[in-house]
Each structure stands twice: as structure tokens, then as C-alpha cells.
Nanobody
Framework: QVQLVESGGGLVQPGGSLRLSCAAS????????MGWYRQAPGKQRELVAR??????NYADSVKGRFTISRGNARNTVYLQMNSLKPEDTAVYYC?????????????WGQGTQVTVSS
């Protein structure tokens, strides 16, 4: 069973920064892609940023402010969030496309709350 565990959320003032972390554990052969999604109250879950081997992509709303990166262990992913705005407030979810000893699947973390408010 693969588990994704996020950390790093919290309350920050507008213009501030936060760094989210996500670590995958379990019997993992490889991780093709990892990403961050977010869901604000009353809205659908949306892609924030995604990273594959050699490529990254971002939602237009976060380009130039957020940076996604993989850790050296390749089973971790980070989201550095700068110049945060109130509209960035949401639950942020980690996602990974994982190949295990049994199959290939899409896995999600439990979510971490990010609140941007003065």
C-alpha cells in the first residue's frame, strides 16, 4: 500500500511564503509524476503544479510565484509558495503516479490546509 503524507501547511499573511512537503512510502518501484492540487470551499479540485522527468507545469494563477521540485530520494515532492494571496487559500493535496509491485496507480495524500489571511 502506498501512502503520501503532506506537511507544511498553515496560516500566513498575504505576501508571505510557505513550503509544502510530500513523502511517498510503501513498496514503490518508480514514480512517474508527482503534483500538487488544491480545493477551496465550494470549488472543484484544481491542478496547481505537476512535475515529471524533465518537465514541470503550473496553473496560470501560480506561475512565477510557486515552484515545484522533487527531492533527491525521488519519492518526495515540494511546493515552494511565495507571494501568497488570499485566493491561494485551500486544502492542498499531493498526488503521485506510482508503479508498485502489483500495479500502477494514482495516489493522493490526506491534504494540508493553507490559509492566507491578514
Amino acid at each position: 500500500q502506498v501512502q503520501l503524507v503532506e506537511s507544511g501547511g498553515g496560516l500566513v499573511q498575504p505576501g508571505g511564503s510557505l513550503r509544502l512537503s510530500c513523502a511517498a512510502s510503501g513498496i514503490i518501484f518508480s514514480i512517474n509524476a508527482m503534483g500538487w492540487y488544491r480545493q477551496a470551499p465550494g470549488k472543484q479540485r484544481e491542478l496547481v503544479a505537476r512535475i515529471t522527468i524533465g518537465d514541470t507545469n503550473y496553473a496560470d494563477s501560480v506561475k512565477g510565484r510557486f515552484t515545484i521540485s522533487r527531492g533527491n530520494a525521488r519519492n518526495t515532492v515540494y511546493l515552494q509558495m511565495n507571494s501568497l494571496k488570499p485566493e491561494d487559500t485551500a486544502v492542498y493535496y499531493c498526488n503521485a503516479d506510482v508503479l508498485t509491485d502489483r500495479d500502477r496507480g494514482d495516489y493522493w495524500g490526506q491534504g494540508t490546509q493553507v490559509t492566507v489571511s491578514s
